[in-house]
């Protein structure tokens, strides 16, 4: 299986570089390597390369600059994963790209599936929404997966943020009104291995198999599919079991509670955030017949591993 991972130096790209290096044969771009917004370069660097899978983790993702910086967000959130769609359509190979759960409105009180109408409310959202489209429409055999708030060893995130306060300060606060399911990195690796089974299953040609463009990609995993570990919980919730985490193995910390702040608080965020955005991992359990473990015992295992004594 030959691989190519976009957005390689990222919090997930790099943890798929890492865990999928020793599987198969992965050629990893990061932005000073490839840029998105450069459609003639991404044309050029990424057709002359022979591969089964391409992975798209890359994206513009600062929330707030996506409103004011609507034509680079639209050009890498939407218009490059079409480019991308179409190299891959065109090669026989298979696109994942990744979304988020920015595309919904946060109206729903319950989890979100794969089926709900996305009614983003941030320009951020819009562009990945478009993403998703633009990516379908050159194959509908590639795969979208929205993914939430991602956590990993690889680049800092929220919860290494919350450590780095409470080890510096007694005063630490989060958002406690605002509600979706943390993710880790690890663990979408894995669950991605089931994806990249299936097409080298289904004798995928895109390394120069020459396989039908209806092969490459007849075991499922196609359209837009959901992952996220299970349960949910506020940023407070989980900053404070980050921290719970941390006392438990001895690692000292000043603040020992997260206060409560709201998000009407946060008078100099710019874009709207959707109050409750968690994912529904249900069509994935269906289709494995295996459930992502919880949130809970993913920040665990990430403290207990990876944060410093």
Known sequence: MKIVIIGSGGRLGSALTREYCDKFDVVGFNHAQLDLANFDQVREKVTALDFDVLINCAAFTNVDLCETERDQAFRINAEAPRVLGEICRDKKAKLIHFSTDYVFDG????????????????FYGQSKREGEKLVL???????VVRVSWVFGPDRPSFIDGVIKRARESEHVEAIADKFSTPTYTRDLAQMLLKVVAAVADSGSGGAGRGSSAAGVNDPGYSGILHFANAGECSWQEYAQFSLDCCRSLGIPLKAKTVGALKLSDMKNWIARRPVFSV???????????????TWRGAVADYVREFVPR
């Open 107 to 122: 109206e729903k009180r319950e989890p979100y599936t794969e089926d709900d109408v996305a009614k983003p409310i941030s």
């Open 137 to 143: 429409q050159t194959q509908d055999r590639h795969l």
């Open 279 to 293: 994912l529904s991992s249900t069509k994935y359990i269906a289709m494995t017949g295996t459930s992502p473990r």
